[in-house]
């Protein structure tokens, strides 16, 4: 099982960005996927996860509103929309696969890491 970011670069404040989280050995229509991202200095956390035990899609308060998942079967890829960003959403952003059943987005319940792709939002 290989997931793999992509999608970062620089971003204006206010601006929008997409990422990509990209499969392979496993069909990711099977998993739920956790988003994560990691600022310079500070500690990873979870940023959006499916498959909550309530059946819904866990969103940290920071990003409430801003982000979105959403997944392509067909590509077996799973995205991370992101709009009106601010200089605090800064951080490697990481995707993984939920290995056990919970809610929210502790890091515990997640593994198969893939490598991150870096967003800043920047003028």
């Known amino acids: 099982v290989q997931l793999q970011a992509s999608g970062g670069g620089l971003v204006q404040p206010g601006g929008s960005v997409r990422l990509s989280c990209a499969a392979s050995?496993?069909?990711?229509?099977?998993?739920?996927i956790g988003w994560f991202r990691q600022a310079p200095g500070k500690e990873r956390e979870g940023v959006s996860c499916?498959?909550?035990?309530?059946?819904?899609?866990y969103y940290a308060d920071s990003v409430k509103g801003r982000f979105t998942i959403s997944g392509d079967n067909a590509k077996n890829t799973v995205y991370l929309q992101m709009n009106s960003l601010k200089p605090e959403d800064t951080a490697v952003y990481y995707c993984?696969?939920?290995?056990?059943?919970?809610?929210?987005?502790?890091?515990?319940?997640?593994?198969?890491w893939g490598q991150g792709t870096l967003v800043t939002v920047s003028s």
């Open positions: 993984a696969i939920r290995l056990y059943p919970g809610s929210g987005c502790p890091m515990f319940d997640f593994g198969s």
């Open positions: 050995g496993v069909s990711l229509r099977r998993y739920s």
């Open positions: 499916t498959g909550n035990s309530d059946g819904g899609t």
